[in-house]
Nanobody, 119 residues
Framework: QLQASGGGSVQAGEALRLSCAAS????????MAWYRQFPGKQRELVAD???????NYVASVKGRFTISRDNAKNTVHLQMNSLKPEDTAVYYC???????????????WGQGTQVTVSS
């Protein structure tokens, strides 16, 4: 349902752009988000964006990362600039989706994509 792409290995200070596309019988998507998971840790919210465009960021990425979405294409992106080694993690997209004929939003996860930042 959610297909993520765009991870990779970069040097500190460089940029990466993650993308995630939702597919299936979609009626509506509410919140779309990116999470990340460090080794041995729980997933943490990196950024989220509502259908209205309102965004929210974890403090450690504010000013460096930008989340955006294309409602017509059911996609969400995460532009990551000025990457730091401490951003190294597996990144997951997440979305609350109501299917056609459904009556509630369900939560979906994409597959993880590795981001590695070397110093």
């Amino acid at each position: 349902q959610l297909q993520a792409s765009g991870g990779g290995s970069v040097q500190a200070g460089e940029a990466l752009r993650l993308s995630c596309a939702a597919s299936g019988s979609i009626f509506s998507i509410n919140i779309m988000a990116w999470y990340r998971q460090f080794p041995g840790k729980q997933r943490e919210l990196v950024a989220d964006i509502r259908s209205s465009g309102t965004t929210n960021y974890v403090a450690s990425v504010k000013g460096r990362f930008t989340i955006s979405r294309d409602n017509a294409k059911n996609t969400v992106h995460l532009q990551m600039n000025s990457l730091k080694p401490e951003d190294t993690a597996v990144y997951y997209c997440n979305a609350w989706i109501m299917k056609i004929g459904g009556t509630a939003y369900d939560n979906y996860w994409g597959q993880g994509t590795q981001v590695t930042v070397s110093s």
